[in-house]
């Protein structure tokens, strides 16, 4: 009750006549990773208070050990927090913390540097914060602007329906959130502020479904001409965009391709050979004589002079059950492009592997 009453004082959390009550505290656990030098030793906690401006502030929780990590549970009010932890002869890097309702919460510290250092955490800088959909969704912060490609790239720290990045330097990025195979992309500006600013960035479930369901409803094969090399397929993402995120085709987003880019290139020429033998197999009525009429599954993927097995699909499996009648078998195959099932062509190989396609229901 004690630690409660001094949190309520340092953070403001008292109101006053008819002022309203003050809004539920967030419930944070703090687990602090010792140095061997001080593993027994309760370490010293702090916060600040970057909103308020309040000086750093020591509380002293209840600790309690397991496994040699030392934890502990506080309320704290909503705030954008530093908070730090030290022992007797050691430190660590201080994490900047937006505490959110919605659940308990949780900061890891490491005591992982000797007090002889202390370097400067830039305290001063911002946070960027959100809500997501999923927990297993991965986020990723990219400075817009700069000349170095992706060396800027930063994974956020994912904290049950929440993630957050500390200390992020006034300038443009894109927040990118991926799910599954889908990444979506939203552009954010993080102001100048003499204290740190927060940024906040979420999304929601029903728009997280709507950018991967647009992708698949959009999804084929387009046909291009190359001078050199002729006429060819690849395989794209349908436009995908809702509630200011982009997922396809992404920005130009250092280490994310646009085209493609759920096929390996090895892969993608294999489609184009399978592309050819069903076009030019006079054997197979029109219908079955265009890649769109299957559904193309890469069984493996080769290299090392390893096969390359991929197999197609027939979606209309009774038109195939018609229409194809080879040795005795529903399937017709294909080894490193050349027919042996009446696909009467052959097609020189561009990688290292050979390709075995198969046509099955």
Not at 94 to 107: K, Y
Not at 139 to 153: F, M, N, T
Not at 223 to 230: L, N, Q, W
């Amino acid at each position: 009750m004690l630690q409660r009453l001094l949190l309520a004082i340092a953070f403001g959390g008292f109101t006053f006549g008819l002022a309203a009550a003050a809004p539920a505290p967030v419930k944070v656990n703090i687990a602090v990773l010792p140095c061997a030098q001080d593993a027994a030793a309760k370490p010293d906690l702090y916060l600040s208070d970057i909103d308020r401006r309040f000086a750093r502030l020591q509380i002293h929780p209840d600790w309690h050990e397991a496994g040699g990590v030392w934890a502990t549970r506080v309320d704290v009010p909503r705030a954008h927090y530093i908070v730090d932890a030290s022992s007797q002869h050691c430190s660590g890097a201080s994490q900047q913390w937006v505490a959110l309702p919605g659940g308990e919460r949780h900061v890891l510290l490491a005591l992982n540097e000797s007090k002889i250092l202390t370097t400067d955490e830039n305290m001063y800088a911002a946070a960027v914060y959100g809500h997501i959909p999923m927990p297993e969704m991965s986020v990723e912060l990219l400075p817009a602007d700069s000349v170095l490609g992706d060396s800027g790239r930063r994974s956020g720290t994912i904290d049950g329906d929440t993630y957050q990045f500390g200390h992020v330097v006034p300038g443009r990025y894109y927040v990118v959130m991926g799910f599954g195979a889908v990444r979506a992309a939203r552009m954010i500006t993080v102001p100048t502020k003499p204290y740190g600013a927060t940024v906040e960035v979420s999304m929601e479930k029903s728009t997280a479904l709507g950018l991967s369901q647009a992708e698949s409803a959009g999804s084929r094969f387009h046909e291009y001409s190359d001078p050199k090399f002729g006429p060819y397929s690849m395989f794209e993402l349908g436009p995908s965009s809702d509630d200011g995120w982009i997922a396809n085709p992404l920005p130009a987003v250092a280490g994310y391709p646009v085209w493609g880019k759920q096929l390996s290139s090895a892969v993608v020429r294999s489609v184009e050979i399978a592309r050819k033998l069903v076009v030019n197999d006079e054997a197979l009525p029109p219908e079955l004589r265009k890649i769109e009429a299957y559904e193309i599954s890469v069984a493996a993927y080769g290299g090392n002079g390893r096969p390359l097995f991929l197999r197609l699909i027939p979606r209309d499996e009774d038109l195939w059950a018609r229409s194809v009648t080879l040795m005795g078998s529903p399937c017709a195959e294909s080894r490193t492009g050349i027919a042996i099932h009446g696909m009467g062509m052959s097609i020189d190989l561009a990688h290292d592997s050979a390709t075995v396609i198969t046509i099955c229901p």
